[in-house]
């Protein structure tokens, strides 16, 4: 790196004092010595100027210049004498030149070092001048703000003077406003509170008013209604009076004749001898007499009826029944959405002859004294979705005491839900539980067994109403009954019922049914 250039001039002025100082000397050197001294002075002013390039070429010059002092003689031809044949005084010349030299630029070493300490200073004092230049500067440049901000103050007293001023006269403006407000304000106040008054009169006068208004329209509505009630009560009693005794009046009575061929259902090729009589058939009459009840109370109804039958056979006269048959029903309804039955039912009929073993008639008839007791609900969660539950009880007692192990009990819970179409059809998935309990045990190869049970049934249901008159109800599902002894009787398997009601006129009814139960025993 090059010095600046306030470096070079001093480096130059340096050079120029040492020139200086080398012409100036008291004793002149003779040739050979000034050759010698202005090589030194180059060394110095190289040394000086701090340029290793100087301090190199005056070096390789002061060389030569040994060189060409041994070389070349006083007469100016070129000897070639070989440095180890040369004079031992000249060797020892140059070693003490060398040494001189040697002296001479620790000397300027030392110069060196003090020029540099002087320009070090010198920078220092011209930095120290900056600085007092720059405070110089700034001093000025604050006593200029200071003057500056002083005029500023001035003119802020000035200012806050005046608004001072303006402030006193706006306070006492506000004050003689505020004083003036308060006299309106309680003026305004005292005419509210004569207005407030008044209006509290004539709202006490219109309030009493309107409440005997009030009042006389209300005692006369009340008048009005409890006479227009009672005229309703009244039509209500005499319309259910006239209903009952109508349906009391109503008592039905029938008269019936039926021939039967085969009245045991014993196969075609028996000998009806075995039955001790000459044929199969007979001819039976039934008479019935009985009434129904069907009583509306506001959004419930009530339902019941008795019937008594009384049947005679001309020829197996043991077969001959004084039963009945009676019913009893609430159709209960809360609100819109939930309404369902509580009913008990009671029959007394004679017990199907189909079921005598071995094609031989019991030689007593079997009597059979069926009763339930049921109670369901149905409520519409949605639009379109239905929940329908049920709880029941059905018990059987038979008369012919062959028959009366099979008495039973049995109570059963249904639930069912079931998606409503917009045409009331019905589609719906069941689930029936089942314990039936049988209190007369059955006597099989000498030892007595219960042949209680629990009987599971999922099923998929079906309402459907093909057309006006025409209706399809169908169950599909899977049943399990297993008895608790007796596990051998234990048995699963599909089971599909379909009824088709037909209905053409409001007497005509037909109804087929079809069932395929298929068993499985486990």
């Given at each position: 790196m090059?010095p600046?250039?306030?470096?070079?001039?001093d480096?130059?002025r340096l050079?120029?004092?040492?020139?200086?100082?080398?012409?100036?000397?008291?004793?002149?050197p003779?040739?050979?010595?000034?050759?010698?001294r202005?090589v030194?002075?180059?060394?110095?002013?190289?040394?000086?100027?701090g340029?290793?390039?100087?301090?190199?070429?005056?070096?390789?010059?002061f060389?030569?210049?040994?060189?060409?002092?041994n070389?070349v003689p006083?007469n100016?031809?070129?000897?070639t004498?070989p440095?180890e044949e040369?004079?031992?005084s000249?060797?020892?010349?140059?070693?003490?030149?060398?040494?001189?030299?040697?002296q001479?630029?620790?000397?300027?070493?030392?110069?060196?070092?003090?020029?540099?300490a002087?320009?070090?200073?010198a920078e220092?004092?011209?930095?120290r001048?900056?600085l007092?230049e720059?405070?110089?500067?700034?001093?000025r440049?604050e006593e200029?703000?200071l003057?500056?901000?002083?005029?500023?103050r001035?003119?802020a007293?000035?200012?806050?003077?005046e608004r001072?001023r303006k402030?006193?006269?706006?306070?006492?403006e506000?004050?003689a406003l505020?004083?003036?407000?308060?006299?309106y304000?309680?003026?305004i106040a005292d005419?509210?509170?004569?207005?407030?008054?008044?209006?509290e009169?004539?709202?006490q006068?219109?309030?009493?008013k309107q409440k005997?208004?009030?009042?006389e329209?209300?005692?006369?509505?009340?008048?009005?209604?409890?006479?227009?009630?009672?005229?309703?009560?009244?039509g209500?009693?005499?319309?259910i009076?006239?209903r009952?005794?109508?349906?009391?009046?109503?008592r039905?009575?029938?008269?019936?004749?039926?021939r039967?061929?085969?009245?045991?259902?014993?196969?075609?090729?028996?000998?009806?001898?075995a039955?001790g009589?000459?044929?199969?058939?007979d001819t039976y009459?039934?008479?019935?007499?009985?009434?129904?009840?069907?009583v509306p109370?506001?959004?419930?109804?009530?339902q019941g009826?008795?019937?008594?039958n009384k049947t005679?056979?001309d020829r197996?006269t043991?077969?001959?029944?004084?039963?009945?048959?009676g019913?009893?029903?609430?159709?209960?309804?809360?609100g819109?959405d939930?309404?369902?039955?509580l009913?008990?039912?009671e029959?007394?009929?004679?017990?199907?002859?189909?079921?005598?073993?071995?094609?031989?008639?019991?030689s007593?008839p079997n009597f059979l004294?069926?009763?339930?007791?049921?109670?369901?609900?149905?409520?519409?969660?949605?639009?379109?979705?239905?929940?329908?539950g049920e709880?029941g009880r059905?018990?059987?007692?038979?008369?012919?005491l062959e028959?009366?192990?099979?008495n039973?009990?049995?109570?059963?819970?249904d639930?069912?839900?079931?998606y409503?179409?917009p045409?009331s059809?019905q589609?719906?998935?069941s689930?029936?539980?089942?314990?039936g309990?049988l209190?007369n045990?059955?006597?099989?190869?000498?030892?007595?067994f219960?042949n209680?049970?629990?009987?599971?049934n999922?099923?998929?249901?079906?309402?459907?109403?093909?057309?006006?008159?025409?209706?399809?109800s169908?169950?599909?599902?899977?049943?399990?009954r297993?008895?608790?002894?007796?596990?051998q009787?234990?048995f699963?398997?599909?089971?599909?019922?379909?009824?088709?009601?037909?209905?053409p006129t409001?007497?005509?009814?037909?109804?087929g049914n079809e069932?395929m139960?298929?068993?499985?025993?486990?």
């Amino acid at each position: 790196m090059e010095p600046s250039s306030p470096e070079k001039s001093d480096n130059g002025r340096l050079i120029d004092e040492a020139l200086a100082a080398t012409e100036n000397d008291a004793h002149p050197p003779d040739g050979k010595d000034a050759a010698r001294r202005m090589v030194a002075n180059r060394l110095l002013a190289a040394l000086a100027s701090g340029n290793l390039e100087h301090l190199e070429r005056a070096r390789e010059a002061f060389l030569h210049q040994g060189q060409d002092e041994n070389l070349v003689p006083s007469n100016g031809k070129l000897n070639t004498i070989p440095k180890e044949e040369a004079p031992q005084s000249e060797q020892d010349y140059l070693r003490k030149e060398e040494a001189a030299l040697r002296q001479a630029e620790l000397e300027l070493e030392q110069r060196r070092a003090e020029v540099q300490a002087a320009r070090k200073k010198a920078e220092a004092e011209a930095d120290r001048r900056r600085l007092e230049e720059a405070a110089q500067q700034r001093a000025r440049a604050e006593e200029q703000r200071l003057a500056e901000l002083e005029a500023i103050r001035r003119q802020a007293e000035a200012a806050t003077s005046e608004r001072a001023r303006k402030e006193q006269l706006l306070n006492a403006e506000t004050e003689a406003l505020r004083k003036s407000e308060q006299e309106y304000l309680k003026a305004i106040a005292d005419a509210e509170l004569r207005l407030r008054a008044l209006e509290e009169v004539c709202r006490q006068a219109g309030s009493e008013k309107q409440k005997r208004a009030e009042r006389e329209q209300w005692l006369t509505a009340e008048v009005e209604g409890l006479r227009k009630a009672e005229e309703e009560q009244l039509g209500r009693i005499e319309a259910i009076e006239a209903r009952v005794l109508k349906q009391l009046e109503a008592r039905h009575h029938a008269e019936t004749a039926t021939r039967d061929d085969n009245v045991f259902r014993i196969s075609s090729g028996l000998d009806p001898a075995a039955l001790g009589s000459s044929s199969k058939g007979d001819t039976y009459s039934t008479t019935s007499l009985g009434f129904n009840l069907d009583v509306p109370v506001s959004r419930q109804r009530f339902q019941g009826g008795v019937t008594w039958n009384k049947t005679r056979y001309d020829r197996f006269t043991i077969l001959n029944l004084d039963g009945h048959q009676g019913r009893g029903i609430w159709l209960w309804q809360v609100g819109n959405d939930i309404s369902g039955q509580l009913g008990y039912t009671e029959a007394l009929i004679l017990a199907s002859l189909a079921n005598v073993q071995s094609g031989l008639r019991s030689s007593t008839p079997n009597f059979l004294t069926i009763r339930r007791t049921f109670l369901n609900a149905e409520y519409m969660l949605t639009p379109r979705w239905l929940l329908r539950g049920e709880a029941g009880r059905l018990k059987l007692s038979n008369e012919a005491l062959e028959r009366q192990v099979n008495n039973s009990s049995t109570d059963s819970v249904d639930l069912t839900v079931s998606y409503v179409t917009p045409a009331s059809n019905q589609n719906g998935l069941s689930v029936r539980v089942e314990d039936g309990r049988l209190p007369n045990r059955q006597l099989v190869a000498g030892d007595l067994f219960d042949n209680s049970y629990r009987q599971q049934n999922v099923a998929a249901v079906t309402e459907w109403t093909l057309t006006g008159s025409s209706h399809v109800s169908a169950r599909v599902g899977w049943l399990r009954r297993s008895y608790a002894q007796l596990p051998q009787r234990d048995f699963e398997g599909s089971t599909f019922q379909a009824a088709y009601d037909w209905r053409p006129t409001g007497k005509l009814r037909s109804r087929g049914n079809e069932q395929m139960p298929r068993w499985q025993m486990r």
